[in-house]
């Protein structure tokens, strides 16, 4: 309330002017710049008959939102295919067990049977059903099609960043809090990685092309493509994920990663068993202390599934490191935490009993990214840990850790038993799969989003545009589903303007990894310096909190600014 009130905001900027501002330390300092630019995007310094025509356009837009993602949900709702086991020859067990009903088998949206069938069905009338229906994703009626709402959506924006003084929705949006500043640099990284990558991408797809036709006596359509990719990957690869279960057990995995984070980041990690209040909250969830230069603070796992929990995996910060008592709540119940500890919980969804892929692996891994940057902070006050960082560097700490996941020393150190060479080879062989096609995707998505929100032209017709500029498939063949009729990302969720901030945190997170990597690999470098490199890395991204730009502590880190190629390098494109 108080970033909403003009005498308050007055009185904030006056005293930025006062000497007195300056010799506040900088979290503080960026506690009042915050205030100020938060009430100015809020409209506080608007008229009041200006206030109120602000206010209706909040509310205009966001019933809009709420028709699309319910347009989402019921076009969803609605795909119910029925079949029998001869229609979905080809699917593994685990498919046919998730849509048995009865003496049927029932394909829907939300038990994964559109998806299972589009990769094994080998009947293709099957795969054609599915296809169709995904076609309808996000379009109900004449009425109730997200295509016209996104249009709809767009424009409401653009009358509220002209209202509050911007240029366009990029602009409002990139300026509060984004490493990228601009929307030129925003550009500039997404046509690299499209230069770098675009050519490989349609190679790719064209050993795709040449497969399927091989495979079934006929040009490809977009119904195939699934279908096609699935099988080419699997013989490509030669081993299925779920072979590692038997080898990464959570015992092992966690044991592993608990040794990793020791040796890179000078920490110890401690079992408390029950003595923290939130550990009794569930058997599932355990506690340890994490012990350093920092002090001590508190990292919680909440990692098996059971019913009523809500899916994924995340990280959830519990408190901020801080010279005072604090509080968080944990399914509706107070717990009272006492100063200076950092609090944070990794929630995941595993099955209990059961060993973990390879992506099981990388979620934990990249979930104790997060959570070191927020338990090893040493700044005090609302920008501790990871409050304050940018949304597109908020990802940087977490796929970081990622990388670590396909070294060949990591993959066995997190193992129950040693794996064959053979099949370490493969892990690693895995990451590599046509991911430049991936890359170009994140182009796409990252295109059609900036493009939308700074021309604020009809999202339908740049998405054609997009499509066509970074073509893969020749479009022409058949129909495609609609982007912009299920985009939510940047239609209702935080991602409007900031879609790029996926590869722009990979781009850094890569461009660290390296300076380990390359400190590993240089015959000249001792092990010292490679814990020289990582305690950097700590000191200058993990520790700091939200107080700088991740721009000056990167640059702190590595003495330049982030290159692309090192991502690129790492999936060996």
């Known amino acids: 309330q108080s970033s909403t009130c003009r005498e308050f905001v007055d009185a904030a900027v006056a005293y930025t002017n006062q000497p007195q501002f300056k010799d506040l330390e900088p979290n503080y300092q960026k506690v009042v ?63 046919l067990d998730a849509m048995r009903d009865g003496d049927k088998y029932v394909a829907t949206v939300h038990n994964g049977g559109i998806d299972y069938i589009m990769q094994f069905a080998n009947v293709e009338s099957t795969r054609k059903d599915a296809y169709n229906v995904s076609l309808k994703h996000g379009i109900v009626s004449k009425k109730e099609d997200n295509r016209l709402l996104a249009k709809q959506i767009v424009a409401i924006r653009q009358q509220i960043a002209h209202l509050l003084g911007y240029d366009n929705h990029a602009h409002y949006i990139l300026s509060k809090n984004r490493m990228a500043e601009n929307v030129d640099n925003v550009h500039k990284l997404l046509d690299d990685i499209a230069d770098r990558t675009l050519k490989t991408a349609r190679e790719d797809v064209a050993k795709l092309e040449t497969y399927g036709k091989y495979t079934l006596k006929r040009k490809p359509k977009f119904h195939d493509r699934g279908f096609i990719r699935a099988k080419y990957m699997r013989e490509y690869l030669q081993f299925d994920p779920n072979d590692l279960r038997e080898y990464f057990t959570m015992e092992s995995v966690m044991n592993g990663l608990f040794k990793f984070v020791e040796s890179c980041f000078d920490v110890k990690i401690k079992n408390t ?28 796992f909440d990692l098996y599934s059971r019913p009523g929990k809500s899916h994924g995996g995340w990280m959830n910060p519990l408190q901020s490191y801080s010279v005072s008592d604090g509080i968080c709540y ?22 209990k009993g059961v060993g973990l892929t390879m992506g099981d692996v990388t979620t934990l891994f990249h979930e104790m990214g997060h959570a070191l940057q927020h338990l090893l902070s040493n700044v005090d006050g609302a920008y501790s840990g990871i409050s304050g960082i940018e949304w597109d560097a908020v990802e940087l700490a977490s796929q970081f850790m990622e990388f670590f996941c396909y070294e060949a020393s990591v993959i066995n150190s997190i193992a129950a038993k040693p794996l064959p060479q053979e099949l370490i080879d493969k892990v690693i062989r895995s990451k590599n799969f046509m991911t430049a096609g991936g890359f170009i995707g994140h182009v796409r998505y990252g295109k059609l989003d900036m493009l939308t929100h700074t021309t604020h032209g009809d999202p339908n017709e740049i998405e054609h545009q997009v499509w066509e500029q970074y073509k893969l498939y020749d479009s022409g063949i058949d129909k495609r589903s609609s982007v912009c009729a299920g985009f939510s990302h940047i239609f209702t969720g935080g991602y409007a303007a900031g879609y790029y901030s996926y590869l722009w945190a990979e781009v850094f997170a890569a461009d660290a990894y390296y300076a380990v990597k390359e400190a590993k690999e240089s015959s000249y470098i001792s092990e010292d310096a490679v814990k020289k490199v990582l305690s950097s890395y700590k000191n200058n991204i993990l520790t700091t909190g939200g107080v700088n730009s991740m721009n000056i502590n990167f640059t702190n880190f590595r003495g330049r600014t982030a290159d692309p190629k090192y991502l690129l390098d790492f999936y060996n494109i």
């Open 33 to 95: 710049h915050e205030t100020i630019n938060s009430a100015k995007r809020r409209g506080v310094f608007l008229s009041d008959d200006d206030k109120r025509l602000l206010a209706t356009y909040f509310n205009s837009v966001r019933q809009i939102q709420l028709r699309y993602d319910a347009n989402c949900r019921n076009s969803d709702a609605v795909v119910c295919l029925t079949y029998d086991l001869e229609a979905l020859d080809g699917l593994p067990q685990f498919a």
């Open 273 to 300: 068993g029950k003595f923290h209040p939130l550990s009794n909250m569930h058997e599932d969830i355990s506690a340890y202390e994490i012990v350093g230069d920092h002090g001590v603070s508190v990292l919680f």
């Open 330 to 351: 944990f399914e509706d119940e107070r717990i009272h935490f006492s100063g200076t500890k950092a609090a944070a919980m990794i929630v995941c969804n595993f099955n």
